[in-house]
T-cell receptor
Framework: KNQVEQSPQSLIILEGKNCTLQ??????????LRWYKQDTGRGPVSLTI?????NTKSNGRYTATLDADTKQSSLHITASQLSDSASYIC???????????FGGGTRLMVKP | GAVVSQHPSRVICKSGTSVKIECRSL??????MFWYRQFPKQSLMLMAT?????????EQGVEKDKFLINHASLTLSTLTVTSAHPEDSSFYIC???????????FGPGTRLTVL
């Protein structure tokens, strides 16, 4: 069964600090992995997308890593801002299909 | 990037009435559209997948007679919640995918509240 697990479930950090969110998956055959940011009451917005051959991808202060051997990914947020407060969702796609497996998300709160 | 819109963004209705939610792909042709439901503090749950001109495929446990999906054109899909009840109150999100594409683009969501 395809599964995506994220940790931690929630996280509180101070503004300006860095943080790292984790994602483990058991989706096969693997096609790509995406990180989304979802603000409260809004739809998910794509941050990064990585295929099997990509280890790292950055989008501004967001850097995602992928280890396809251990089936793990992380999302690192640098110099956090109040606007980073949101849910971050790890989503994995299986090759040849258009169906996505969603992680439960990490709820990040950045405090001043 | 590809843009997907939803209308309305919020709707409040009385129990027993029907509500229609529209999902549009604004700058690409969406051969496949997906409808998700999201309860507070939970992740998105896929309800159904629809291909243009075909009947929607519903996930297990989703009542097709209650959640009517129409994907009549390559840029529009609608979800109608029939005889809505308070337990149908949720955040409904659509996504769209183009031909041969392996990425879904999400709409901003519709907050449904049934009184």
């Amino acid at each position: 069964k395809n599964q995506v697990e994220q940790s931690p479930q929630s996280l509180i950090i101070l503004e300006g600090k860095n943080c790292t969110l984790q994602c483990n998956y058991t989706v096969s055959p693997f096609s790509n992995l995406r990180w989304y940011k979802q603000d409260t009451g809004r739809g998910p917005v794509s941050l990064t997308i990585m295929t099997f051959s990509e280890n790292t991808k950055s989008n501004g202060r967001y850097t995602a890593t992928l280890d396809a051997d251990t089936k793990q990914s992380s999302l690192h947020i640098t110099a956090s801002q109040l606007s980073d407060s949101a849910s971050y969702i790890c989503v994995v796609s299986a090759y040849g299909g258009n169906m996505l497996t969603f992680g439960g998300g990490t709820r990040l709160m950045v405090k001043p | 990037g590809a843009v997907v819109s939803q209308h309305p963004s919020r709707v409040i209705c009385k129990s027993g009435t029907s509500v229609k939610i529209e999902c549009r792909s604004l700058d690409f042709q969406a051969t496949t559209m997906f409808w998700y439901r999201q309860f507070p503090k939970q992740s998105l749950m896929l309800m159904a997948t629809s291909n243009e001109g075909s009947k929607a495929t519903y996930e297990q446990g989703v009542e097709k007679d209650k959640f009517l999906i129409n994907h009549a054109s390559l840029t529009l899909s609608t979800l109608t919640v029939t005889s809505a009840h308070p337990e149908d109150s949720s955040f409904y999100i659509c996504s769209a995918s183009g031909t041969g594409a392996n990425e879904q683009f999400f709409g901003p969501g519709t907050r449904l509240t049934v009184l």
